[in-house]
């Protein structure tokens, strides 16, 4: 049941079709993870806390730094050096004291990650590395939990849904790793795409509209374009296969 106040400050959202009360109410009741709490992490978040959803957990094992400054919104000045889970529950507490926050300090891997998203509705993907979005992938299908996914680089950034056992995965696309290394990017971009994820989340959760799913979404910021691309479920996928 929405409060009084709930009603007052989602007013605007409420008013859009396909959300209504009921839509909210189920916001209010959603339990969403997101892996990151960087440059797609502070807006994903941001923007989640002020849709309203209910529950919202973020991993995050780095600290802040000055150079995370250009794109990560959810620090200050004032973080560096703090974990930035510390950093980013003090930001969106105060942001929306209504919804509950839960923040782990460490590393998602193959042995955490189950534990992490077990009974979450939704897993958001704000990582900077494949192996462990790969990890993700993995645990979200085998936990049938919808996984939006999203990347950048620079000024260019792509996104894409994953609806488990109906939907190609991050696996049927991409087969290989990328290097860790430092790559440029710009903190409009993260915003953009971020807020593409968030979108998705949110209609995910209202159940409303299309989502972008077996279609992978590009950003090109140079030349202010968005191409899309269509993606197949890959029946030999090593991790929503049929053999799987």
Known sequence: MLSQEELVRYDRQIMIRGIGREGQERLKNANVFIAGAGGLGS?????????????????????????????????????????????????????????????????????????????????????????TRYVLNKAAVEKNIPFFHGAVSGLEGRAMTIIPGKTACLRCMYHGT???????????????????????????????????????LIYDGMEMVFKEFKVRKNPECDHCGINK
Do not use: C
Not at 56 to 76: P, T
Not at 186 to 206: D, H
């Open 43 to 131: 807006p994903l978040s941001l923007y989640l806390a002020a849709a309203g959803v209910g529950h919202i957990k973020i991993a995050d094992n780095d600290r802040v730094e000055l150079s995370n400054l250009n794109r990560q919104i959810l620090h200050w000045e004032e973080d560096i050096g703090k974990r930035k889970i510390d950093s980013a529950m003090d930001k969106l507490s105060r942001f929306n004291p209504d919804i509950k926050l839960e923040i782990i300090h460490d590393t998602i891997n193959e042995e955490n990650v189950s534990r992490m998203v077990d009974g979450f509705d939704a897993i958001a993907d704000a990582m900077d590395n494949f192996p």
């Open 178 to 216: 990328s290097p860790a290394e430092k790559f440029p990017v710009i903190g409009v971009t993260p915003a953009i795409i971020a807020s593409i994820q968030a979108t998705e989340v949110i209609k995910y959760l209202v159940g409303m509209g299309d989502l972008l799913t077996d279609r992978l």
